[in-house]
């Protein structure tokens, strides 16, 4: 089977005069709808480690762990991970918690080279009742 150029020319030349229909992603970027769900990220000091947001998430990404108690202190420390990769944004962790101290954020660029980047970690202190 021959193809003829001259059947495909009209159609080449009627569309080097149009707009471009894509955006040139890297080089232009969009604009973001304000709805658009991010990123879950803690606000440490709202946190009341009530693990809410650990029991509600669907795809079981979010791991909150009380660590060793250190000699000494009056304070028991948590740790709570994020996994990013596991993530799939559905918002639930910020609907569950009742102090706020999950929002999503605006971040749509999570390609990095190790997983290991997509689990942010938080350790802080809450005091002993």
Avoid: W
Wanted: with cysteine; glycine share 2%; net charge positive.
């Amino acid at each position: 089977m021959k193809l003829k150029i001259a059947v495909f020319l009209p159609e080449v030349v009627r569309h080097l005069f149009r707009k471009a229909a894509t955006v040139q992603y890297p080089f232009e970027k969009l604009s973001i709808p304000q709805d658009f769900r991010g990123t879950p990220v803690l606000k440490k000091e709202l946190c009341i480690v009530c693990k809410a947001c650990s029991r509600d998430c669907p795809a079981e990404a979010i791991e909150i762990d009380q660590l060793p108690e250190e000699p000494g202190t009056q304070e028991k420390k948590f740790r709570m991970v994020i996994h990013n990769d596991r993530c799939v944004h559905c918002a639930q962790c910020a609907e569950s918690c009742p102090t706020g101290a999950i929002a999503l954020n605006q971040d749509y660029e999570l390609a990095v080279f190790n997983r290991r980047q997509l689990k942010p970690q938080y350790i802080y202190p809450r005091a002993k009742k």
